[in-house]
């Protein structure tokens, strides 16, 4: 169905402006319905024949899901820009690291386990491993699900044939929501049955866009909802042209059989360094789901940093939660320093602070997520704003020395600090971060 106009949705609505979807009128909520802002559901007057009609028109285009295990997800979908500047992107794309099955069960957990195992704090963050894949080469399928799941509860994606992923499945928790691959012109009916009797998600594969059309309509025909579409290019032009071309089918024409998350394989190029350089491309070129035959802590770093960069909201800075923070325990006799939310100043600052071997406050305070600078010229970071937090946070109940320290950049608010917290002494530290530890051992 093409997409509705606010109007189009507004004449579905009871147009009766109650209010009950917090919206002061039912145009403001079909305008916002139809820029797929909101969902349908916060109508709960609407009629069942318009939620009927509303309800594809309004679904984002291109189709959510998420692949789950214990606890663990990865979605994928959801989108509804092609450039993150337009709006944000929501579903993080998942890194999978493959197995086969002709590997042992011991090689399969010595290059399982370090992936499964990794994790990193980033800003405040944890950059983790998205899942695991398991593909049939031959050996014996169901013995490496067993053996991969044994080590890992994270989501996993299954390539093989139709008895082959059979037997992978009968050794799963049924509650648990996989991935199939790949369906094929040749397959797809034995394929889609399997699916659709294990609520998987199902990869279709083809070497064109027209052959995806077929068959991405042929298998939803058959009842399998949660597709994705599996490119058979793997080169750098082969793979952004596909992926580019189904990606802006879905949300420029809202074309529905081309409306969901794609999954890629950078992993069969052999290189490990082209490996990494396909994989980067595919996050920032609309793939949900990237399978990779290599891990390394160094590799999936630089590739969960880009992505991290590229899935923030660039409207919502990413931040902590504004607080007076302990640094290298602390007490009374410890100076307060204050800076703002923004993740990236705060580590910046707590980090320094740490490696010092200082004892400190850290009064983070609530500055939308901005850096010192940029807040102060905005308005979020003044004398004022810092004296509520003071006492938001009371700070003064941990502190006798009453030493507040203010980012060097902003020393024009000393004076006015002065005066909302008179009963305090009001220092300005450097400027920098990383002359912390030289002005904490000399000047406080």
Known sequence: MAALSGIQI???????????????TCLAFAMKLAAKQVELSLCPHVSEESEAKLSEASAPPVRPFALKSNGYEAKAGNEIVLFRHEKTFYSRPGLFLRVYDSQSAEEIKAKITPADEYMVDYVGIELE??????????????????????????????????????????????????????ATAENWEAMATLAKEHDAALAIEADSVDEMVALSEKVQGAGVKDLVLSPTQRGFNGTLTANTTARRMAIKKNFRALGFPIINFPGDVGSASREATLAAQAIGKYSGFIVLDNFSPEVAYALLVLRENIYT???????????????????????????????????????????????????VTDAEGMSVLTAWAAGKFDAEIIAKQVKQF???????????????????????????????????????????????????
């Open 10 to 24: 507004y004449k579905m609505l009871p147009q009766t402006n109650c209010k009950d979807c917090d919206f002061p």
């Open 129 to 182: 491993m998205g899942g695991f894949v398991v593909q049939a080469n031959g050996g014996d399928f169901a013995k490496a699900v067993s053996t991969v799941r044994g080590i890992s509860h994270r989501p996993l994606i299954l390539v093989g044939g139709v008895d082959e992923l059979k037997a992978g499945l009968a050794t799963l928790n049924g509650d648990e929501k996989v991935m199939l691959a790949h």
């Open 313 to 363: 909201d660039p409207q919502k800075p990413i931040q902590v939660t504004p607080g007076i923070y302990e640094v290298n325990d602390p007490g009374p006799d410890a100076p307060v320093l204050v800076t703002t939310n923004f993740s990236i100043t705060y580590f910046s600052v707590a980090n320094e602070v740490e490696s010092s071997g200082s004892p400190s406050w850290l009064l």
């Open 394 to 444: 009371n700070v003064a109940d941990k502190v006798d020395s009453m030493k507040i320290v203010l980012p060097g950049h902003t020393a024009v608010l000393s004076g006015e600090l002065e005066e909302e917290l008179p009963d305090w002494k009001v220092m300005v530290g450097p400027r920098e971060a990383v002359d912390l530890p030289a002005f904490l051992k000399t000047a406080v």
